[in-house]
């Protein structure tokens, strides 16, 4: 049997060496991709879609080759909502909250003039069967050195979302969006004390 934390720190170890997934090279996809495979291979949860106290907390995002650029605009984080001011991205992180549903990607950033800011595209989510969830995103929050803005997404803008929990553990995650992209997150805090919704 494969070393589940061997694996775990492997993976977390080629996600540090993209960047998130900003300088994947094909060598490293290659390599992130057959771990992922090996660690899929172990998940011991067998409904991770319900498994409520594993799923909940700030997640931080290790990896993902859905194609972000560090060098980007507040209307690419957004799927449009928000104008396309320039940003370079610091860090992107998640907050689930299986009691009430809550699904939010937040993206911490630097402007134009350096100065810090984030996003955060609130959203929902709820189980699909055992292994897949449904995402839908409502709003988009922005708060940075002007204060905070807060706008609603079009109907149709963003359609729904869905993506397979293809493993879970109480600090590690991995996702496959329906679309092929793979995510890797691993969890910070299992009960942030303020969602970045509230704040």
């Known amino acids: 049997m494969a070393d589940i934390f061997a694996l775990r720190r492997q993976l977390a170890e080629l ?3 993209t960047e998130m997934g900003f300088r994947e090279t094909a060598g490293l ?11 899929e291979a172990c998940n011991a949860c067998e409904e991770p879609t319900r498994a409520a106290a ?4 700030r997640w931080r995002l290790l990896y993902s080759n859905f194609g972000f650029a560090r060098e980007t605009t507040l209307a690419r984080l957004t799927f449009g909502v928000l104008p396309p001011e320039p940003v370079s991205v610091v860090e ?4 689930v909250d299986p009691a009430n549903g809550h699904y ?3 993206v911490s950033y630097t402007d134009a003039a350096g100065e810090p800011g984030l996003v955060v595209m609130i959203g929902a989510f709820c189980p699909v069967d055992e292994r897949r969830i449904d995402i839908r995103f409502s709003h988009a929050l922005q708060t940075g050195p002007a204060g905070q ?10 359609p729904p979302l869905q993506s397979d ?13 329906t679309t092929g992209g793979l995510y890797m997150f691993e ?5 942030p004390m303020r969602w970045a919704r509230e704040s």
Not at 165 to 177: E, P, V
Request: charged share 30%; glycine share 10%; proline share 2%.
């Open 15 to 17: 996600g540090a060496q």
């Open 29 to 39: 996809g290659a390599e992130i991709r057959a771990c992922a495979a090996q660690l």
């Open 54 to 57: 594993l799923l909940r907390g």
């Open 92 to 95: 992107m992180l998640q907050e």
């Open 104 to 106: 939010d990607n937040l």
């Open 149 to 158: 803005v807060r706008l609603p997404v079009e109907h149709g803008r963003i």
């Open 165 to 177: 929990i293809t493993y879970l553990d109480d600090g590690f995650r991995l996702h496959r969006s």
């Open 187 to 191: 969890r910070l805090d299992d009960a």
